[in-house]
Every structure is written in structure tokens, then in C-alpha cells.
């Protein structure tokens, strides 16, 4: 269920910090009461392949989004206690000690099955009974939220494709410049590139230009 344009859900979730805090986090309540952007990315499952890539990979860029007014929030079900171990697992041994942006352990999946971001598949018998199967874990799904708790982002990636983080910080500026100037940003803009005006002679304009 696509939520682009709407008001992300306001639910408390159980979360980890780098120190090892647990915390609850609503991630609407963080973007509005700290008029702050929101990037929330899920990964399937600590202790896996891809997705300490991508764990240190946002941790990477945490001063680029910060310099954009956004918060990062990592998310799976995996309960505080495996991400405090996963923390403490170094580096080169598929751990990611160093991330210090806090992930969300939503262990009864009540957040994910909101989105509806979680592999799980349901099955009837003859007489109409349901049954589940799947990996009852998430897939790598990716939300940017606004000011106002509007998402403006969505995607979903299956579990074995990782994402790319310079992708994020684009849509970031894209919006933040719609936001500034009241324009629209056409296929590959970037920081710096030419936007438009959204009627037929902005489009006529721009498509001459480009």
C-alpha cells in the first residue's frame, strides 16, 4: 500500500542507540517536533550480508544528510538485544560497530505490517483457513519523510539488491528546492541543474533547453 502524500503512521517503536540506550521512537513525532526530514530504511535481518553494506554505508554519508536537516533511522524486526550485539561486532568481522544513527527493533512487526514491507505470503486451505508463509522479514524498504510527516519517498527493494545512498540524498535536495522555490524537478536533476515551472511553458522551455 503506496503512502506517498500521506502523513507517516504516528506509532512508538522499541530502538536501539549506539550506546546501547533503549529508546522508543515515533518516527512521524521526529520529523515533526524537531521540523527536521526523516529517512527510514529497513533491512531484513542483523547479522546477514547486504545489510551491513548498507548500515555503514548511510553511517558514511551521516554528514551529508545532516547538512540537509534530515535524520536517518535504521529499522528491522530483530529484537534491542541482537542490534546491541550486532554494535559491538566489529567491522571486519560483518558487524557494525561505528553506526551511531539509532535502529528501530520492531520485534512484533506492528510498524512493518502497517506498510505492509513484510515477506509474507497468505495461503487458504479447502475450507477458507488461513495460513502464512514467507520469511517474516522485511524487504529493503526506504521512506523520506518532510517537516510535516508527509512521505515524499517510497521504495522497496527485494532482499538480495542494496540500495544507493547517493540516490536518497538527491531526492533530498529535489524536494527541498520544489519546497524553496515552488518549482519541479525534471528525470536526472541534481543540485545545480536547471528546474522548472510546472505548465506547458516551463515544460516547452525546458525540454528546448535540454
Not at 33 to 56: G, M
Not at 71 to 98: M, R, Y
Not at 165 to 186: F, N, S, T, W
Request: with cysteine.
Amino acid at each position: 500500500m503506496a503512502i506517498v502524500g500521506k502523513k507517516f503512521p504516528s506509532v512508538s517503536i522499541d530502538a536501539m542507540s549506539e550506546m546501547g540506550d533503549d529508546l522508543k521512537i515515533n518516527v512521524f513525532e521526529e520529523a515533526v517536533s524537531k521540523e527536521k526530514k526523516v529517512l527510514l530504511f529497513w533491512y531484513p535481518k542483523d547479522f546477514t550480508f547486504v545489510c551491513p553494506t548498507e548500515l555503514h554505508a548511510f553511517q558514511a554519508a551521516l554528514p551529508d544528510f545532516e547538512k540537509r536537516n534530515t535524520i536517518v533511522i535504521g529499522a528491522s524486526c530483530d529484537t534491542n538485544e541482537v542490534h546491541f550485539a550486532w554494535l559491538n561486532t566489529a567491522k571486519d568481522n560483518g558487524g557494525i560497530e561505528g553506526v551511531t544513527y539509532p535502529i528501530l527493533a520492531d520485534t512484533h512487526r506492528h510498524l512493518a505490517n502497517i506498510l505492509g514491507i513484510v515477506d509474507q505470503e497468505v495461503e487458504y486451505d479447502e475450507e477458507g483457513n488461513e495460513s502464512f508463509s514467507g520469511s517474516n522479514v522485511t524487504f529493503r524498504a526506504t521512506y523520506l519523510i518532510d517537516e510535516t510527516g508527509k512521505v515524499f519517498h517510497e521504495s522497496v527493494n527485494d532482499m538480495p539488491v542494496g540500495r544507493n545512498v547517493k540516490e536518497y540524498l538527491r531526492l533530498i535536495d529535489a524536494y527541498a528546492h520544489v519546497q524553496k522555490h515552488g518549482e519541479v524537478c525534471p528525470a536526472n536533476w541534481e543540485e545545480g541543474k536547471e528546474a522548472m515551472s510546472a505548465n506547458r511553458t516551463g515544460v516547452a522551455e525546458y525540454l528546448s533547453a535540454n
